[in-house]
Nanobody
Framework: QVQLVESGGGLVQAGGSLRLSCAAS????????MGWYRQAPGKQRELVATVTRGGGTNYADSVKGRFTISRDNAKNTVYLQMNSLKPEDTAVYYC?????????WGQGIQVTVSS
């Protein structure tokens, strides 16, 4: 089993920045890719960004150039640096870890961007 704990969310004005962190514990040797998804009210959960154990990254078009995902394998932690935030970035952000046969999710953390 893998446990994921997110931190760093909150309220920020449009144009501001936030940094999310997600620390993994448990059977972390089984984790390959880690990432962030988000779900806004009334919408489906969507991919924000992912990073593989080797550092390969993938971003949603809506966040390219504004968000940066990074990973510290020694600390089993993934980060999401969010810059130039927009009101449409408001959502609950979920950390995700993909194992060989299992996908793990954090509890989610609220990010609210005011206009």
């Amino acid at each position: 089993q893998v446990q994921l704990v997110e931190s760093g969310g909150g309220l920020v004005q449009a144009g501001g920045s936030l940094r999310l962190s997600c620390a993994a514990s448990g059977s972390t040797f089984a984790i390959n890719a880690m990432g962030w998804y988000r779900q806004a009210p009334g919408k489906q959960r969507e991919l924000v960004a992912t990073v593989t154990r080797g550092g390969g990254t993938n971003y949603a078009d809506s966040v390219k150039g504004r968000f940066t995902i990074s990973r510290d394998n020694a600390k089993n932690t993934v980060y999401l640096q969010m810059n130039s935030l927009k009101p449409e970035d408001t959502a609950v952000y979920y950390c995700n870890a993909m194992g060989v046969t299992t996908t793990y999710w954090g509890q989610g953390i609220q990010v609210t961007v005011s206009s």
